[in-house]
T-cell receptor, first 115, second 115 residues
Framework: DAKTTQPNSMESNEEEPVHLPCNHS???????IHWYRQLPSQGPEYVIH???SNVNNRMASLAIAEDRKSSTLILHRATLRDAAVYYC????????????????FGQGTILTVHP | EAGVAQSPRYKIIEKRQSVAFWCNPI?????LYWYQQILGQGPKLLIQ????????DSQLPKDRFSAERLKGVDSTLKIQPAKLEDSAVYLC?????????????FGNGTRLTVT
């Protein structure tokens, strides 16, 4: 499984934008970049994903570098409810039945939001 | 739509006892996953089902863990006998299919404590 590297922790103030970085220098052409977050005492929650182009949804934006070796999750206005562990994960397409698109979680980034 | 349901929410057992966890995925989701999350770590995939067939159980300790998904809907994960190191949160997730464009939906997990 291709690996990702994220900072252990980041801090932000409420209502300010947050940029969460992720490095994935060994990404393959068929790897999708996925972001999940996990709030305390809950299961992980899907945030956003993309392959090559930048993506936007109601929760966040995903900016993908042109060489795809890094990406950034952008929370446009952080709220206290955004305090969570954020996971950047590479998810492969089905490759002859060997990977089955599984998610392999790393340690993630602990985001603290200050009021 | 209703989310992924798991029960029980908490379980405390003594080592060498057996325990079972139950998962009801989102209706229509063909792919079901069981993850183990030890405190302070990211979730680790134990087993992945496609309908009622196993497609990945490479990280399942098969000498003590077993899982089944009869009729391709509900699933149970069993540990027999439990060890102290099995103390963790057991997360169930489901997705429409195993492809990279189908996000995983997680339940809130079962917290197991082995004493």
């Amino acid at each position: 499984d291709a690996k990702t590297t994220q900072p252990n922790s980041m801090e932000s103030n409420e209502e300010e934008p947050v940029h969460l970085p992720c490095n994935h220098s060994t990404i393959s052409g068929t790897d999708y970049i996925h972001w999940y977050r996990q709030l305390p005492s809950q299961g992980p929650e899907y945030v956003i994903h993309g392959l090559t182009s930048n993506v936007n949804n109601r929760m966040a934006s995903l900016a993908i570098a042109e060489d795809r070796k890094s990406s950034t999750l952008i929370l446009h206005r952080a709220t206290l409810r955004d305090a969570a562990v954020y996971y950047c994960i590479l998810r492969d397409v089905l490759a002859g039945g060997t990977s089955y698109g599984k998610l392999t979680f790393g340690q993630g980034t602990i985001l603290t939001v200050h009021p | 739509e209703a989310g992924v349901a798991q029960s029980p929410r908490y379980k405390i057992i003594e080592k060498r006892q057996s325990v079972a966890f139950w998962c009801n995925p989102i209706s229509g989701h063909a792919t079901l996953y069981w993850y183990q999350q030890i405190l302070g770590q990211g979730p680790k995939l134990l087993i992945q089902f496609q309908n009622n067939g196993v497609v990945d159980d490479s990280q399942l300790p098969k000498d003590r863990f077993s899982a089944e998904r009869l009729k391709g809907v509900d699933s149970t994960l069993k540990i027999q006998p439990a060890k102290l190191e099995d103390s963790a949160v057991y997360l169930c997730a489901s997705s429409l299919d195993p492809g990279p464009n189908s996000p995983l939906h997680f339940g809130n997990g079962t917290r197991l404590t082995v004493t």
